[in-house]
């Protein structure tokens, strides 16, 4: 009963599909309703965890419902402009959820796994930048990324299992002193990092 005709709705949701199905249900028609993503954070929660300048350069997603009109893209292309935002992308809630699940939930999967696998005696003495740039998001918010975890299981399921074939195809090149097959490897992880850092 709050809302009015042509109200613009969002929300800053970590996974989309499932959410926006529900919520299209819910609302009227005359309702403007566009999602969207800040692909900023921290490792830390809280108000003193804020930082105004969190936000500058970094990635911006909007996701469009079924509901969404000029009036939402209007209004979000607002926020990122006066936020300072950097690239932005405009995709399907099933394609947000996706690339989510590798560029996002993969990560803080992957660096919890890594300090939880530890079972050495002096990592803290023997840790230099790789271990803590590394692992630096697996101080985690435990009942948030629970949820977000298991809202886009499948997904991310997905994903984990195509890091685990890499991961099996790297100890059997290693088993086998492969060296120009291991080389291969970090010369295309490195070009394809460097493309990260392209504008």
Do not use: C
């Not at 599909?17 to 005359?30: A, N, R, V, Y």
């Not at 949820?147 to 997904?155: G, Q």
Request: charge should be neutral; proline fraction near 2%; glycine fraction near 4%.
């Amino acid at each position: 009963q709050s809302l009015f005709k042509d109200q613009v709705l969002t929300d800053l949701s970590g996974t989309k599909e499932w959410m926006i199905t529900e919520i299209e249900k819910l609302l009227p028609q005359s309702i403007d309703y566009i999602s969207h993503h800040p692909m900023a954070g921290k490792e830390t929660s809280g108000y003193a965890s804020k930082n105004k300048e969190m936000f500058q350069n970094a990635n911006f997603i909007i996701i469009p419902t079924s509901l969404t009109k000029e009036q939402g893209y209007r209004y979000l292309n607002e926020i990122y402009k006066d936020l300072s935002f950097g690239k932005k992308l405009i995709i399907s809630a099933k394609e947000h959820d996706e690339l989510i699940a590798f560029t996002s939930q993969l990560t803080h999967v992957i660096a919890v796994s890594l300090v939880n696998s530890d079972t050495h005696k002096h990592t803290k003495e023997a840790t230099g930048d790789s271990y803590r740039d590394l692992t630096r998001i697996a101080k985690i918010n435990e009942v948030m990324w629970t949820e977000l975890f298991i809202e886009n299981k499948e997904k991310l399921i997905n994903e984990m299992d195509k890091v685990i074939k890499e991961l099996n195809t790297m100890k059997e090149l290693i088993k086998k002193e492969d060296k120009r097959s291991i080389q291969e490897k970090l010369i295309l992880s490195t070009q394809r990092r460097k493309e990260l850092d392209r504008n």
